[in-house]
Nanobody
Framework: QVQLVESGGGLVQAGGSLRISCVAS????????MGWFRQAPGKEREFAAA????????TYGDSVKGRFTISRDIAKNTVYLQMNSLKPEDTAVYYC????????????WGQGTQVTVSS
């Protein structure tokens, strides 16, 4: 079992930046992938970014590529999502999730943190 707790969401103006965090506990993460997803009201959940814990290899969704950066702090068991050049359409609840590296679906999810971008 892995527990995930997100923090750092809030209200920011368009063009601004925000960094959200996710602390993981319960398992050694060396064989896991950590991901960030988001869901806006009335829309399906969307993949934002992922990082392989052991190698630091990253992947991004098309809508955030070039603006968002995922990173991890191994000592703190924490994954970050640095969001720059924010747009009103980035407004969503952002969820941290994790899965064993070879699995297709994410198994563990955090409770989410709200990010609101005002125009």
């Amino acid at each position: 079992q892995v527990q995930l707790v997100e923090s750092g969401g809030g209200l920011v103006q368009a063009g601004g930046s925000l960094r959200i965090s996710c602390v993981a506990s319960g398992r050694t993460l060396s064989s896991y992938v950590m991901g960030w997803f988001r869901q806006a009201p009335g829309k399906e959940r969307e993949f934002a970014a992922a990082i392989r814990w052991s190698t630091g290899t990253t992947t991004y969704g098309d809508s955030v590529k070039g603006r968002f950066t995922i990173s991890r702090d191994i000592a703190k068991n924490t994954v970050y999502l640095q969001m720059n050049s924010l747009k009103p359409e980035d407004t969503a609840v952002y969820y941290c999730a994790t899965k064993y590296y070879y699995r297709q679906n994410y198994d563990y999810w955090g409770q989410g943190t709200q990010v609101t971008v005002s125009s």
